[in-house]
T-cell receptor, first 113, second 110 residues
């Protein structure tokens, strides 16, 4: 089982603030993912990465950006938070290859006031 | 557009019964299939994966795959109230991403 960590777990922040959600994994997985999920709703892929210096946009358009400078670290940044960004953000990772399962972190619940 | 369809439920079963959760997918090239359990307010937790046609058993859980019918299911035997959660079906088509269904809510009553 992968060890994948997200910080902070909960964040309440005002409109217009810049925020960075942290995600780290200790399993050496090449692939990492960010999902957005509203309560009771489906998962939406917003960003993913094949490895260092690789980032791709997901299925859901997002105003956030990501970076992948180190294998274990995949932070997500919102330059100017808005109430519409209020959601749960889930980070996941998987080994290389198409048959490998994704493991999820505990999530960050973001509230923008 | 790759699609994964699940009945949203809720599926209600009494404690001790077998719960049957179903999933269909649109992409015939799909290669691997995953079942995740998600408790309310928590992140998804992988419980089963299956690659080949047929059944795969793990404890109380059995995953069934029929690629010809583009159908995958999850059976939970001896259902417990602690199994009450939303179950997500996810499909990989040979690329790096998974396509998730919207999930089926399972309610197991004591």
């Amino acid at each position: 089982e992968a060890d994948i960590y997200q910080t902070p777990r909960y964040l309440v922040i005002g409109t217009g603030k810049k925020i960075t959600l942290e995600c780290s994994q200790t399993m050496g997985h090449d692939k990492m993912y960010w999902y957005q999920q509203d309560p009771g709703m489906e998962l939406h892929l917003i960003h993913y990465s094949y490895g260092v210096n690789s980032t791709e946009k997901g299925d859901l358009s997002s105003e956030s950006t990501v970076s992948r400078i180190r294998t274990e670290h995949f932070p997500l940044t919102l330059e100017s938070a808005r109430p519409s960004h209020t959601s749960q953000y889930l980070c996941a990772s998987s080994e290389s290859g198409s048959l490998y399962e994704q493991y999820f972190g505990p999530g960050t619940r973001l509230t923008v006031t | 557009q790759k699609e994964v369809e699940q009945n949203s439920g809720p599926l209600s079963v009494p404690e001790g019964a077998i719960a049957s959760l179903n999933c269909t997918y649109s992409d015939r090239g799909s290669q691997s299939f995953f079942w995740y359990r998600q408790y309310s307010g928590k992140s998804p937790e992988l419980i089963m994966f299956i690659y080949s046609n047929g059944d795969k058993e793990d404890g109380r859980f059995t995953a069934q795959l029929n690629k010809a019918s583009q159908y995958v299911s999850l059976l939970i035997r001896d259902s417990q109230p602690s199994d009450s959660a939303t179950y997500l079906c996810a499909v990989s088509s040979g690329y790096s991403t998974l396509t998730f269904g919207k999930g089926t809510m399972l309610l197991v009553s004591p």
